[in-house]
């Protein structure tokens, strides 16, 4: 199967590298190889012969702009696909992306995910929970020298690998026309993940709660968690992080 994978991030590149393993005929196509989705350029290239489009990008902005991003660019690929003829068209979202009306990503994605069921190939939606690589980088945004303030705020974190395995199958499978949701095999609250985070690196601060902290302040109840019916991954984040 001639497989194009859109975006070479974090889960762009394992993915295609998994793809590869299972003997599938790969194309990356992002920046780097002159494939640009605000403008449309190198699509065609990219798309030629391609009987699935695994779309892995992510906007640059987390702010306002990420809905034109995602807007123009679902558009450009969707109208590339139909010209290469291309059968399945698969997106990577988020858990609960819909239950989060505050965060102007959230809600582009939801625009992106729209844009895809209203376009003209039979579609899947691969909704996961927040990756483990991320984590850190999430309490780097409310930390300083003496402490980590994060919110309460429940989580399911999954490794990437588990993401990309979950993908993998989708993007050679039948279309689902509809969404899977993907989580790790465990729910803890934010601050307890900073706490097991902290510990398994040596260090010694503490985590305060602090529900106006960071970006999931934002975030009511548990609409990030998965609900009835999700593939659950088997990477343990303490597992991950003993590694």
Do not use: C
């Amino acid at each position: 199967m001639k497989i194009t994978v859109i975006g070479t991030g974090l889960i762009g590149s394992q993915l295609a590298a998994e793809l590869t393993a299972r003997g599938h005929a790969v194309t990356s196509a992002s920046l780097s190889s002159g494939v640009d989705l605000l403008t449309g350029a190198g699509l065609d290239t990219a798309l030629a012969g391609a009987e699935v489009v695994v779309n892995a990008t992510n906007s640059p902005t987390f702010d306002e702009q990420s809905i034109a991003f995602f807007r123009t660019t679902v558009g450009n690929l969707l109208a590339a696909g139909e010209r290469a003829g291309v059968r399945h068209q698969v997106v990577l979202s988020i858990v609960g992306v819909d239950r989060v009306p505050d965060l102007d990503y959230y809600r582009a994605k939801v625009l992106q995910e729209e844009l895809l069921r209203g376009g003209p190939t039979p579609y899947s939606i691969v909704r996961a929970t927040q990756f483990f690589e991320f984590m850190e980088p999430t309490m780097a945004w409310t930390s300083d020298e003496s402490a980590v303030r994060l919110p309460a705020t429940p989580l399911r974190p999954i490794a990437s690998r588990d993401v990309v395995d979950a993908l993998a199958d989708v993007a050679t499978g039948a279309p689902l026309g509809g969404v899977l949701e993907v989580a790790g095999p465990d729910t803890f609250p934010l601050d307890e993940i900073g706490r097991m985070t902290l510990a398994a690196r040596g260090d010694r601060r503490p985590v305060v709660v602090d529900d106006r902290a960071g970006l999931f302040a934002a975030v009511p109840g548990d609409v990030l968690t998965p609900g009835p019916g999700a593939r659950i991954a088997p990477t343990r984040y303490r597992d991950w992080l003993n590694g």
